[in-house]
C-alpha cells in the first residue's frame, strides 16, 4: 500500500528555520505533482508549495521568498525549507503526491499523516 512518511516538524522561534521531509513508498509506478499544504486551528487545508516532475514550483503568497520546495526523485521525496518562520505560520503540515501505481493508470492524490509546526517564542 503506498504511504507518505512526514518528518522535521517541531517548536522553534519566529525567525528561525525548519525543513520538512516526506518520502513515498509503496507500489508506486510513477510520481507526478508534489507538495505541501497547511491546516491552521479553525481553518481550511490551504496550499503552501507544489513541484512538478519537471522542477517547476509554485508557492502561496504568504511564503513567497521564505521558503523552498524541492524534491528528489531517486528517494521519492519532496522537502519544504522553511525560513524566517512567523507565528502565523503555525500549522499542521501535510504534503500531497499525485502518483500512478501502473503503466497509464490514472494519477491519484495520497497525503501524509501531518506534522505540527509551531513557532512561537
Known amino acids: 500500500q503506498e504511504q507518505l512518511v512526514e518528518s522535521g516538524g517541531g517548536l522553534v522561534q519566529p525567525g528561525g528555520s525548519l525543513r520538512l521531509s516526506c518520502a513515498a513508498s509503496g507500489s508506486i509506478f510513477e510520481i507526478n505533482d508534489m507538495g505541501w499544504y497547511y491546516q491552521a486551528p479553525g481553518k481550511e487545508r490551504e496550499l503552501v508549495a507544489t513541484?512538478?516532475?519537471?522542477?517547476?514550483?509554485s508557492y502561496a503568497d504568504s511564503v513567497k521568498g521564505r521558503f523552498t520546495i524541492s524534491r528528489d526523485n531517486a528517494k521519492n521525496t519532496v522537502y519544504l525549507q522553511m525560513n524566517s518562520l512567523k507565528p502565523e505560520d503555525t500549522a499542521v503540515y501535510y504534503c500531497?503526491?499525485?502518483?500512478?501505481?501502473?503503466?497509464?493508470?490514472?494519477?491519484?492524490?495520497?497525503w501524509g499523516q501531518g506534522t505540527q509546526v509551531t513557532v512561537s517564542s
Open positions: 500531497r503526491v499525485l502518483i500512478r501505481k501502473w503503466y497509464n493508470g490514472p494519477y491519484v492524490p495520497i
Open positions: 513541484i512538478t516532475s519537471g522542477g517547476i514550483t
